[in-house]
């Protein structure tokens, strides 16, 4: 891995932080470090602190002398972890979860009709 890799692992992390968390408008682009500072409160607080390294040495990729001092093989590690956490729950996760909740929301809807419905059928003496 060498410093040019540096650049897109942070726009990687930085895009699965918009699509998870929110925090950018529709056509966007968002880097890492707006997004630490929108929505890193979200991270838990071991991977925030690997965020925030990892913001540091794409800062530090600019400048060719500082990003030769730039850990990378801890900065691997700190995008694998970040990768991992936040790409599980994508977009489809995200869908089939709010159907889950409006099916939920529905079925609980007729449960307390049809519950209602016989507490006054035998209210009126027809059950």
């Given at each position: 891995?060498?410093?040019?890799?540096?650049?897109?692992?942070?726009?990687?992390?930085?895009?699965?932080?918009?699509?998870?968390?929110?925090?950018?408008?529709?056509?966007?682009?968002?880097?890492?470090?707006?997004?630490?500072?929108?929505?890193?409160?979200?991270?838990?607080?071991?991977?925030?602190?690997?965020?925030?390294?990892?913001?540091?040495?794409?800062?530090?990729?600019?400048?060719?002398?500082?990003?030769?001092?730039?850990?990378?093989?801890?900065?691997?590690?700190?995008?694998?972890?970040?990768?991992?956490?936040?790409?599980?729950?994508?977009?489809?996760?995200?869908?089939?979860?709010?159907?889950?909740?409006?099916?939920a929301t529905v079925l609980l809807g007729?449960?307390?009709?049809?519950?209602?419905?016989?507490?006054?059928?035998?209210?009126?003496?027809?059950?």
């Amino acid at each position: 891995m060498g410093i040019e890799r540096i650049r897109p692992m942070a726009d990687e992390v930085a895009s699965l932080m918009a699509m998870r968390f929110g925090g950018l408008r529709r056509g966007q682009q968002a880097d890492l470090e707006s997004m630490l500072r929108k929505r890193g409160g979200a991270l838990p607080r071991r991977l925030r602190r690997q965020a925030r390294l990892l913001a540091q040495a794409d800062r530090m990729a600019g400048q060719p002398k500082l990003a030769r001092q730039v850990d990378l093989d801890r900065l691997e590690r700190a995008h694998t972890a970040l990768v991992a956490h936040l790409r599980p729950l994508g977009q489809g996760m995200r869908l089939r979860g709010g159907a889950a909740r409006v099916a939920a929301t529905v079925l609980l809807g007729l449960l307390l009709l049809a519950a209602v419905a016989i507490w006054i059928m035998t209210r009126q003496g027809l059950i």
